[in-house]
């Protein structure tokens, strides 16, 4: 029999061994002699297993097409003996969506994960600039950057997607206007998904400057983009909020005069009746900018004259409608607000923490490790990856994760957010002050402190 005979004699015997039977009935009458006895199912098991193993190879579905070969980025891999352990700290990871965390980690120690071992997908973000090669290759870009060029007009087309993106970002950090000018000339050629990524990175060093320019994306094509525009306009004091639905939101609210000489005024909730109420006012939330809303309400400091801790749920209405289209200033004020008292809202800090820059996500952070209630996992939030903290264990987030161990709990989402953030002296005093309340020195839990510890600043292993 020829091999595509087989391939089609199989057919009936595969079936009956899916559902159940005695395969060997629905055999081709030449196998049936040689399969007789009380051992043929099994014979015939492994003669089909042989052939589907040698025989029968699997066609592509398409055209093959021959990949270029992996770029070198510019860090090394982890060294070989600590492979085994890295890949082990990645995929405990994985639930808790720290990929990325942990990617930045290892650069900021002078590291990449081994391409054997791990390769962005398409849809991976907020990685270190130095797995953009990597990302266009995955993505199947042709091009590929020359590592000491500049981002200009001239240079556009030579970039390959994640590192022209890489380079816009820089350059709007440096000059914001040349980069501005450049996104005049170069946006319309690229496709909206790109033209919105970039655009949205205008929210760095954001100025009046850009105010035209946004101003003409109201004719985009693209509704995302006419709304980031449109958010970062708003940011700049130019809301475009319909007048009507401005007024319809600030009829649910009333302003009142307070204290003896009447002169504070606070912005007060009227009561909710209906859930119908309750979420037309959210809409309106999510579609009227901030300035208006506050320019409505006839004051000068929205802020000052809100009156948060007395309903939740308002203030995490008004608090996503700042963080959309508040200025920074706005931010920075609520921010205050909100790091003032004695206790902290983590709820609330956290809705703003994507308007916050490095060094105000820090200080927030380090009053979370300072509260009675401290936990690294919240502080993380706050704290970029490869941070290198010193003397984190000695803080009351130390004192508590060492409790928690003490008291029978988990602490594993701890430890993993404790060595994503600690310097290596720092995760080398945890592994210590662990392991002498009584922690496995081998538990799995600590395999990211133990790498942090083995990790040298310098990119060498220690």
């Known amino acids: ?67 270029p070969d992996l770029p070198v980025l510019a ?16 995929k405990a990871l994985q639930p808790g969506g720290n990929q990325s965390a942990f990617m930045h980690l290892l650069a900021a120690r002078g590291h990449t994960m ?25 993505a199947g870009s042709s091009a590929r950057t020359n590592a000491d060029a500049v981002l200009s007009e001239a240079t556009w087309s030579d970039f390959a997607p994640a590192a022209r993106g890489i380079a816009f970002a820089a350059l709007r950090r440096t000059d914001p206007d040349s980069a501005r000018a450049l996104l005049v000339i170069k946006a319309a050629s690229e496709g909206a998904d790109v033209r919105l990524r970039l655009i949205a990175m205008l929210a760095t060093g ?38 009507a639905e401005a007024s319809e939101l600030v009829g649910f609210f009333r302003v ?15 009561p909710i009746k209906t859930p119908a109420q309750r979420t037309r006012r959210q809409e309106l939330f999510n579609r009227v900018d901030y300035a208006s809303f506050a320019r409505r309400l006839g004051t000068d400091d929205l802020v000052a004259a809100w009156p948060f801790g007395d309903d939740p749920q308002v203030d995490a209405e008004l608090q996503a409608m700042a963080v959309q289209s508040a200025s920074d200033a706005v931010i920075a004020e609520m921010l205050a607000r909100l790091t003032s008292g004695s206790t902290l809202d983590l709820m609330a800090l956290q809705r703003l923490r994507d308007r916050l820059d490095a060094d105000q996500r820090m200080s927030v952070a380090k009053l979370i490790l300072r509260s009675n209630h401290a936990l ?10 490869g941070a290198d ?8 987030a130390g004192s508590a994760l060492v409790a928690a161990f003490v008291a029978g709990s988990d602490i594993t989402a701890e430890t993993h957010a404790l060595g994503l953030i600690a310097s290596q002296a720092a995760a080398q005093a945890a592994l210590d002050r662990l392991t002498r309340a009584g922690l496995n020195p081998a538990d799995p839990g600590l395999d990211l402190l133990r790498l942090n510890a083995s990790l040298n600043p310098t990119g060498a292993t220690a």
Not at 118 to 130: E, F, K, N, Q, T
């Open 1 to 67: 029999m020829s091999a595509e005979a087989i391939f089609d004699s199989l057919g009936p015997v595969l079936t009956r061994w899916t559902i159940g039977g005695s395969a060997v009935a629905d055999a081709p009458m030449a196998w049936k002699e040689a399969l007789s006895g009380d051992e043929a199912e099994l014979r015939l098991l492994a003669v089909a297993g042989q052939f589907l193993g040698v025989f029968a190879l699997p066609a592509p579905p398409g055209t093959l097409h021959t990949l």
């Open 75 to 90: 860090m090394p891999p982890v060294p070989d003996q600590l492979r085994a352990i890295t890949r082990r700290c990645l």
């Open 114 to 138: 081994h391409p054997a071992d791990w390769i962005p997908g398409r849809s991976d973000d907020d990685l270190p600039a130095v797995y953009a090669p990597l990302q266009d290759w995955v």
């Open 206 to 243: 954001l100025s009046a400057a850009d105010i035209p320019y946004l101003e003409g994306l109201a004719s985009d094509r693209a509704p995302k983009i006419k709304a980031c525009a449109a958010r970062l306009l708003a940011r700049l004091g130019h809301g475009v909020s319909d007048t």
């Open 256 to 270: 009142e005069a307070k204290g003896l000489l009447r002169r504070t005024r606070v912005v007060l909730p009227n």
């Open 376 to 385: 690294f996992s919240h502080a993380r939030l706050f704290i970029d990856a």
């Open 389 to 396: 903290i010193n003397g984190l264990i000695e803080t009351h």
